[in-house]
């Protein structure tokens, strides 16, 4: 794949992947406490999946840390939330390609940022604010809905 | 439901005893660990004897609820994918039966004389009560929220607990009842959602709720005592679990887990697995994301913590087993059964399922001897 199309942040590339598939525009973003740096070369293989963790400050002060998982799909290299939004399990990416709650079941499709297939989330998953930038994905901001879910 | 079968296991044990004494002729049944892989199929059946994989049984899509006849010689079976409930002979491990009864299925629970069976219709709002010997729906009992767990005390059937649990009000807001997913008892698309806070008391002869228990959250598995004087419930919102006083209707004590390690401080996790030991002494309940497994002593007032046994990723439900030396944890993530030896709380034991399999509810059977 084309480095261009490597370059995959969540602004621009899911804005237009969102209007083409129909799916909710950009949300509002939290900044992490820190950017969290994974090199673009743990992500050369497509379906390679890196697991992460990002901590961010709420709005009571307490910190809280929030899984996640970077993943080259065929199209570019993606951020997700790991906690599924039906109970805050956390999801994983299946050999099959989706990304599935070991609880309920629920699957969302890595190759629409995400969105939200079957079961009972019944939304896509959660987002980070995430670029390439040179040979590093960073990631610096995490939805802001997730946050009521975490008080 | 996810419990051994506390009253029977000790009728069993009692059998036992005046069998030795050369008082009866009672015969002794095989115990069995029932595990509902909610991820396939499968019912997987463990020789509790051994804590080996003893067989399989393919029933239906999701299975998720298991109930047993005191007697331990039927075992019933929803499967939430494809909305029926199975009839299994507990002796031979057959099915004999199914019955279609919509949708969604999820925990069920049964009277002592294996009458009645109560199952909640997670998107429906409603309990059913089927009739075992009518074989059909004789009423369905509405409520809030999204019907998930029921429970009653082993050794007082009066009154079925039903906690109904709550969607994110938000998804369901953008999502659900645009859909049309969220049904009524009558299957009429919702034009509102309510979600739920409390737990349900419905009374089995009349199969009407007769008083409701505020629980401040969404009420997720909850466990009686035999004798009916407590439940324990954990809700959402909630790391860790209420002691509640059913017949005052009322919370009496809130406890909430110890966070230990900065991981544990400062990653989400939630409560999701509760139940009783079989000698009335212990409640243990689950961390889901830490994790962690907790034993508490119930005997005090408090109850105070006796043990935190880490198990892995995604305990999620808890059974034991009648002789009370064995306790059963479902590991939903890890496709697994941690094995926990009751008297010194240690993990003795990882019985390794198929991938994918996703195991949650268990329920551990004395069945007669063939």
Redesign the interface.
């Known amino acids: 794949m084309e480095r261009r199309a490597l370059i995959g942040g969540a602004a621009a590339t899911l804005a237009t992947a969102a209007t083409r598939a129909g799916a909710a525009p950009s949300p509002r973003f939290l900044p992490l406490q820190a950017p969290v740096v994974t090199p673009v070369s743990q992500l050369e293989t497509v379906w390679a999946a890196v697991p992460f963790r990002a ?1 961010f400050t709420k709005s009571n002060g ?6 996640g998982i970077a993943v080259r799909t065929p199209r570019r290299i993606e951020a997700f939330c790991a ?1 599924c ?6 999801i ?1 990416l299946t050999d099959e390609h989706g990304l599935r709650c ?4 629920s699957l969302f499709d890595p190759l629409k940022g995400g969105a ?1 297939i079957s079961g ?4 896509r998953t959660y987002r980070f604010d995430y670029r390439v930038k040179g040979p590093d994905l960073v990631i610096t901001g995490i939805e802001a ?1 997730l946050e009521r ?2 008080l | 439901m996810r419990s051994s079968p506390r009253g029977l296991g000790q009728l069993i044990v009692a059998c036992c005893l005046l069998a030795l004494g050369g008082a009866g002729a009672a015969v002794a049944g095989t115990a069995k660990l029932y595990i509902a892989a909610t991820g396939g199929k499968e019912v997987y059946v463990v020789d509790v004897a051994s804590n080996t994989l003893a067989k399989t049984l393919e029933v239906g899509k999701s299975p998720h609820g298991i109930a047993a006849s005191t007697d331990g010689r039927w075992l019933w079976i929803a499967t939430e994918g494809d909305g029926k409930l199975h009839k299994i002979d507990a002796v031979h491990d057959v099915e004999t039966a199914s019955f279609d009864l919509g949708p969604y299925q999820q925990e069920i629970e049964i009277t002592n004389d294996g009458r009645l069976l109560y199952t909640g219709r997670f998107m429906d709002g409603c309990y059913d009560v089927f009739d075992t010997v009518k074989q059909s729906v004789v009423a369905r009992i509405p409520v809030d929220g999204n019907p998930h767990n029921v429970v009653k005390a082993a050794n007082d059937d009066r009154y079925m607990y039903l906690s109904p649990m709550s969607i994110d009000p938000d998804t369901v807001a953008k999502s659900a009842i645009k859909r049309g997913i969220l049904r009524d008892c009558a299957g009429k698309p919702k034009t509102a959602y309510l979600p739920n806070d409390k737990i349900y008391v419905a009374d089995t002869r009349t199969n009407t709720v007769v008083g409701t228990i505020p629980v401040g959250g969404s009420p997720r598995p909850i466990a009686a005592s035999d004798d009916g004087k407590r439940l324990y419930a954990n809700i959402d919102g909630w790391l860790g679990f209420l002691v509640i006083d059913p017949q005052a209707r009322k919370v009496i004590e809130r406890v909430k887990f110890p966070l230990v390690t900065d991981d544990e401080k400062t990653t989400f996790s939630r409560a999701h697995g509760i139940w009783v030991t079989p000698d009335q002494k212990e409640v243990w309940t689950a961390s889901v994301n830490h994790g962690v497994v907790y034993a508490y002593d119930r005997t005090t007032d408090p109850v105070r913590l006796i043990a935190r046994i880490p198990v892995g990723a995604a305990p999620y439900w808890i059974s034991f087993s009648p002789d009370d030396r064995t306790g059963y944890i479902s590991l939903s993530e890890g496709d697994a059964i941690a094995v926990i030896d009751v008297a010194s709380h240690k993990l003795v034991k990882t019985i390794q399922l198929p991938k994918g399999s996703g195991p949650k509810t268990t329920q551990v059977v004395v069945a007669p001897a063939p």
């Open positions: 901590r307490e910190d809280s840390v929030v899984p906690y939004p039906h109970e805050l399990c956390v994983k070991p609880c309920h079941f939200w009972p989330a019944m939304r809905d879910r975490l």
